[in-house]
Nanobody, 114 residues
Framework: QVQLVESGGGLVQPGGSLRLSCTASGSIFEIYDMAWYRQAPGKQRELVATLRRGGTITYAGSGEGRFTISRDNAENTMYLQMNNLKPEDTAVYYC????????WGQGTQVTVAS
């Protein structure tokens, strides 16, 4: 089973930026549609952005216009560039293949606070 490791989270002030990384143990980005998800305290996990294996990108929710999803197939890494962060973006962020019933990683904590 491919392992996914998220990193790049941290504490940032409102209006700040972070770039999250998702590193896979194998070459999966050309096989699966991949996505970033997030889960805020007390809330259900929600979809943030999708990068399909063919390259199509879609954003869900309030991240559109502020977040950019990308990938580096050679490095087996997917990114989420997040700009103009807001307190409501505070959550644990995960990467995961769309529609695949596999284990989730540990995620990376993003906290937006002044």
């Amino acid at each position: 089973q491919v392992q996914l490791v998220e990193s790049g989270g941290g504490l940032v002030q409102p209006g700040g930026s972070l770039r999250l990384s998702c590193t896979a143990s194998g070459s999966i980005f050309e096989i699966y549609d991949m996505a970033w998800y997030r889960q805020a305290p007390g809330k259900q996990r929600e979809l943030v952005a999708t990068l399909r294996r063919g390259g199509t990108i879609t954003y869900a929710g309030s991240g559109e216009g502020r977040f950019t999803i990308s990938r580096d197939n050679a490095e087996n890494t997917m990114y989420l560039q997040m700009n103009n962060l807001k307190p409501e973006d505070t959550a644990v962020y995960y990467c995961h293949p769309r529609g695949v019933a596999s284990d989730w990683g540990q995620g990376t904590q993003v906290t937006v606070a002044s």
